[in-house]
């Protein structure tokens, strides 16, 4: 379908789950921390529906608001949710008893088909939550339960290329590198390890050389893209409060770098993600 930038869509039942995918998708954001920014849910959802943003995954960084979250998703018919015990956690004094919860909830809702993923998880040298070694401890526990539950991880890295490279290699989960953030030659070896490479807005910023010549040569099967809103705002809205109607900017952004067709692109996109995250059920009929 050709497809103009703010176009809206509009689907009928027949349509195969490619098509209904074939609207923008925003595949990290966090609803419950946008509505801290004084942004209600239906001014979200509204947004969203403007822009032409119909899929995408709502993603969870702690477990106790996970009722609020499942409440508040009612209003994002078409989205997805993903769970997971964001690298602050290594600085909790109950490790052990947090991925048990994070378990158990797992096993509670892993019959719910818009349960995506398990994360965001990771590690975090940026900030020193914990140590190392508990920052490892922390993510190793959560591979296993993605194993368990046969979920893909989005991954949250933070100068810690090397040790996750490591990780990853030893657990082979499927996956995202959410946020990507390094260079070339780190994207190439996480692509190799079969993981998708989701760009936010911090590529559309001015001083993001290397992360530009990652997303000039990433292999087009393997992009995703997302806003981590309400983080990370693309150009031409640096520095206010991020939401998932601003992902187009981050296509446009790529579309523009890779010289393609912005459709094109849109609908690449929407293969990948039903790829990357294969429990995804479509937007609702
Ligand atoms: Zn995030």
Do not use: W
Not at 223 to 241: C, M, N, Y
Request: aromatic residues 8%; negative net charge; contains cysteine.
């Amino acid at each position: 379908m050709a497809l103009n930038h703010r176009s809206s869509f509009c689907y009928t039942p027949l349509m195969s789950l490619r098509e209904q995918l074939v609207g923008y998708i925003d595949s990290h954001f966090h609803l419950g921390i946008i509505e801290s920014k004084e942004i209600s849910a239906s001014e979200i959802s509204a947004r969203m529906r403007n822009a032409g943003v119909t899929a995408g995954i709502d993603i969870g960084v702690v477990l106790d608001d996970l009722d609020e979250r499942l409440e508040r998703l009612r209003h994002f018919p078409g989205f997805a949710y993903s769970v997971g015990l964001y690298p602050s956690h290594a600085d909790s004094p109950r490790i052990s008893d947090d991925i048990a919860d994070l378990d158990s909830a797992l096993k509670r809702l892993i019959a719910d088909t818009r349960l995506v993923a398990l994360g965001e998880v990771g590690m975090d040298f940026h900030r020193s939550y914990g140590t190392p070694t508990i920052q490892r401890e922390l993510l190793e526990a959560q591979l296993e339960l993605a194993r368990n539950y046969d979920l893909p991880v989005i991954i949250h890295n933070r100068e810690a290329d090397d040790q996750l490279h490591e990780l990853l290699l030893q657990y082979r989960p499927r996956g995202i590198m959410h946020c990507f953030s390094s260079d070339a030659a780190n994207m190439e070896r996480f692509v190799e390890l079969g993981m998708y490479i989701s760009f936010a807005g911090n590529m559309t910023f001015k001083n993001a050389t290397e992360l530009k010549q990652a997303a000039s040569r990433v292999p087009l099967d393997r992009v995703l893209f997302e806003t981590d809103s309400p983080f990370l705002a693309p150009v031409p809205h640096r520095g206010k409060t991020n939401t998932p109607a601003l992902v187009p900017h981050v296509y446009e952004y790529f579309a523009d770098l890779r010289h393609m067709d912005l459709g094109e692109l849109v609908g690449q996109v929407a293969e990948n993600f039903s790829r990357a995250v294969p429990r995804y059920a479509g937007v609702p009929k």
